[in-house]
């Protein structure tokens, strides 16, 4: 009896037959897809192109590549790369520029399948007949250089330099845009943009020289529009190619990379941006422009760290409050060391240019976008009006037409009268945005950083700051050592006694507070619904246990949990923690480290690669997918570290440095603060980043392995965050709708509803539901939006709280679900 593969097979060779290219090559990937007998897949299929009628085999061959650039299955992508070899190599063997020009164009897609010397010889064939090469044939030359395939240097080298080519490879948006817009300019003109391209793709150094600037602003001078049109190039940067390119079984994403060899032209384009007048868009395409570059690929890394200095050097040439703002909003967010590096000497320069600390010029570098007061902004458009609001914390726009009238979008007299106003408006919004949580951020590690302030300043830089202040004013200060906050229009205690002057002023930290103050604060900022950018109040202690108190010399709280290794990395470098991705292939490991030079410690939090099967514990690069963790310990800051930076050719290495060990410092010895502040750290990797986080592994994940400790993970014991978590849901649930219907349990948060109870879980967010403690697996969205059911939080940050309150308000009245992954499990 015919299978449904045997009717695949059928369908092929029919299509094959009809000539019906299009059809067939979906109908080739399908197959690959679905037919695991890897012997029989290829002869079927090779038997079903032969019969596809002479003369459209270029067709087909293009057509399967353009299917096969989109494919991610790696096996799938090599039996069509197998088909795609068979296909093209009659036309690389032929020798004539008809078979030439079919074999290039196919390379130009597929990388790095021809040696150097065999993509020169089709070349000189299609020369020798009088054709040009084509420039996507050029461009894939010039990567193939860049990468060094196959002897490409050699063979390409030479022979590129003979070519009159742009000097920009197309298949990008910006190069593209930039190749197109300079295309349609008079002659004249697009001579000299060209020769501008050309200088720009000399800029091989880390910086311009005097001479390379001199050249470059000469061949700026009687340009049209320069500024307008390379900011309009560099805000295309990073955008998905135009040209998907078919990768190689030992490649990585190169589509979501930057393509190497314009790589340095753009980033002599972004020098040169900067030698331009000054135009208040110009550090805003450059900051997003370094955040792009520093956006990873998976198996590769960052983007393109090159353009990202280049990004932050163009933006520290440029002597304006703007430039300094992006530099200062980019050092808070960047984790990227080699540009942060970057980014904190350009900081540097302007502090010592200015005669001022590193932190006030951090404070003074945050601009007031237009806020006329703290956390607003009213703009008008003729008649009609915007009023930007940030002062919960959230950036929202109220528009107002000319009639006065509320209404939920644009007014269309503003779009039709006032486009220009209305884009730098709509880009103010977004930096907003962005420095609010740069600066939260900022804010957050000035618990560790033990910043004082002299009152005055901070009150204009901080409390009366138009941006900053919607952040100071829900914040918890000591001013003279006293606790205060601010409360309609003035600083205030707990017990309402206003605070007019003071000499000294810090942020606040719970630890050493009473314990009848910390809940003094938390009812207050719960009574004023004050919802904080981070934790403050309710921020979780981590003080010495016993146990610690016994291993003296290190904390094993957190050690033998299962990470995600690739979103703990993410994680330990928003926090400021140093740390390389695990390989399969090392020998030994480095632990994660954090340095604390206001205290003279490191902290380091012991990991290791876990798993020995390539592929299945590990991503196409080799990096381990998961990590075991272990120990935290803490030593002095000038202590030799068990491995030392070797980095060298644009790669970190790292190597074992023989020195004396060092005895970690006695944690009993650690500042309360200081070992709370990192356990807090620790304790956020882990409840972010581990296995037992994830709903869908009740299967214990690939081969059931870390069954057990999905189990114990999540429904054990609560963490640190988990309990803070459930004191706020044992104030919190009464005031729910669903208070009849929910309690707070031990560990969970227990709802009734009409056909199961529900424990949620206060750690993970998992749920047993009745009878017999049934797992109910709910994938919550990466967003939670509106979802808890715009229930007053007391912080920013946590985004499992957001989860359960949701889970719990839908179960609550779990007769109305109606998604079929959720009310299939109930039925059962």
């Not at 640190?720 to 706020?728: I, K, N």
Request: glycine residues 8%; neutral net charge.
């Amino acid at each position: 009896m015919p299978t449904p593969l045997d009717d695949r097979a059928k369908a092929m060779a029919e299509l094959a037959r009809r000539g019906d290219i299009e059809s067939l090559a979906d109908e080739v990937v399908a197959y690959a897809a679905a037919d695991n007998d890897r012997g029989r897949r290829g002869s079927r299929v090779a038997n079903a192109l032969r019969l596809v009628p002479a003369g459209r085999g270029p067709e087909l061959l293009m057509a399967l590549l353009e299917r096969c650039c989109l494919v991610t299955d790696a096996e799938q992508r090599q039996v069509i790369n197998q088909l795609l070899e068979t296909l093209v190599k009659p036309y690389s063997t032929t020798g004539t520029p008809d078979a030439a020009e079919v074999a290039l164009a196919f390379a130009a897609r597929h990388t790095a399948y021809f040696g150097g010397a065999e993509q020169r010889h089709m070349a000189e064939l299609l020369l020798e007949a009088g054709r040009p090469v084509p420039l996507e044939v050029v461009a894939m030359m010039r990567r193939a250089v860049a990468h060094g395939y196959w002897g490409s240097v050699a063979a390409l080298k030479p022979f590129l330099a003979r070519l009159d080519a742009p000097a920009l490879n197309p298949g990008e948006a910006w190069a593209d845009r930039a190749l197109t817009d300079v295309g349609s300019l008079d002659p004249a003109e697009t001579t000299r943009w060209h020769a501008l391209f050309r200088h720009a793709a000399t800029a091989t150094s880390a910086k311009p020289s005097q001479k390379w600037e001199t050249a470059g602003r000469g061949l700026l001078d009687g340009l049209t529009e320069p500024g307008d049109r390379l900011r309009s190039w560099l805000t295309l940067v990073g955008r998905p190619r135009t040209v998907r390119l078919n990768r190689t079984q030992w490649e990585q994403d190169i589509n979501e990379s930057l393509d190497p060899y314009n790589a340095t032209p753009l980033r002599g384009l972004v020098w040169l941006a900067s030698f331009l007048p000054e135009h208040p868009e110009t550090p805003r395409v450059l900051g997003a422009l370094v955040e792009t570059s520093l956006r990873k690929v998976a198996g590769i890394g960052p983007r393109s760290p090159k353009i990202a200095n280049a990004g932050v050097y163009a933006l520290s040439r440029i002597p304006s409050e703007n430039a300094l703002a992006q530099i200062a909003r980019l050092a808070a967010r960047v984790t990227f060391k080699g540009t942060l590096k970057e980014l904190n000497a350009a900081l540097d320069a302007r502090a010592a240019a200015l005669g001022l600390s590193r932190d006030e010029v951090e404070e003074l570098a945050v601009p007031a976008y237009g806020l006329t007061e703290a956390g607003r902004r009213v703009e008008h458009f003729g008649a009609a009006s915007a009023t930007l609001d940030a002062t919960s914390g959230t950036v929202t726009v109220t528009w107002q037409n000319s009639a006065g009238k509320v209404v939920k979008s644009v007014p269309a007299s503003v779009r039709s009268e006032h486009p220009e106003q209305l884009a730098e408006f709509k880009a103010a919004v977004k930096d907003v945005e962005k420095m609010l949580s740069a600066q939260a951020e900022r804010l957050d590690r000035q618990f560790l950083g033990q910043r004082v302030w002299q009152f005055e300043a901070w009150r204009s830089r901080y409390l009366d700051h138009p941006l900053v202040g919607t952040l100071a004013r829900r914040l918890i200060w000591l001013v003279d050592d006293v606790p205060c906050a601010y409360g309609d229009g003035v600083l205030r205690t707990h017990e309402d006694k206003e605070i007019a002057a003071g000499e000294s002023v810090r942020l606040w930290h719970p630890i050493g507070r009473e314990v009848a103050e910390v809940l003094a604060w938390r009812g207050w900022l719960e009574d004023r619904r004050v919802t904080q950018p981070f934790k403050q109040a309710h921020r979780e202690l981590y003080l010495l246990t016993a146990a610690e108190e016994n291993t003296r010399l290190y904390s094993n709280r957190y050690a033998a949990h299962i990470l995600r290794q690739h979103q703990f990395h993410a994680l330990a470098a928003a926090r400021g923690w140093r740390n390389r991705l695990r390989l399969m292939v090392d020998d030994e490991y480095e632990p994660a480290t954090r340095e604390l030079p206001q205290w003279g410690l490191r902290a380091e939090f012991w990991i290791e690669g876990i798993g020995d099967d390539w592929g299945a514990d590990t991503t196409e690069s080799g990096a381990y997918l998961r990590l075991a963790t272990d120990q935290v310990r803490f030593y002095p800051i000038n202590a030799p570290e068990h491995y030392a930076h070797a980095g060298g050719g644009g790669y970190e290495q790292w190597v074992h440095q023989e020195a004396e060990p060092t005895e970690p410092v006695p944690l009993a010895e650690v500042p309360p603060l200081v070992l709370s502040e990192v356990l807090r750290d620790v304790d956020l990797f882990v409840g972010v980043a581990s296995v037992g986080n994830d709903p869908t592994w009740q299967d214990g994940g690939p081969d059931g392995r870390f069954r057990e400790y999905w189990a114990s993970y999540s429904f054990g014991e609560l963490s640190g965050t988990a309990q803070t978590r459930r004191e706020m849901l044992e104030r919190l649930v009464p005031r729910l709708a669903i208070a009849e219907r929910a309690t707070v349990d031990g560990r969970f948060l227990v709802v009734r509803g009409d056909l199961r109870t529900y424990k949620i879980h206060l750690g993970s967010g998992n749920i047993l539901m009745s009878p017999n403690d049934q797992y109910l697996c709910i994938v919550p969205k990466q967003s939670t939006g509106s979802s808890t059911g715009n229930v007053f939080l007391p912080f920013d940050g946590d985004r499992v709280l957001a989860v359960i309150l949701s889970k719990a308000l839908m179960l609550a009245k779990d007769t109305q679900i109606t998604d079929p992954t959720i009310t299939q499990q109930l039925r059962r």
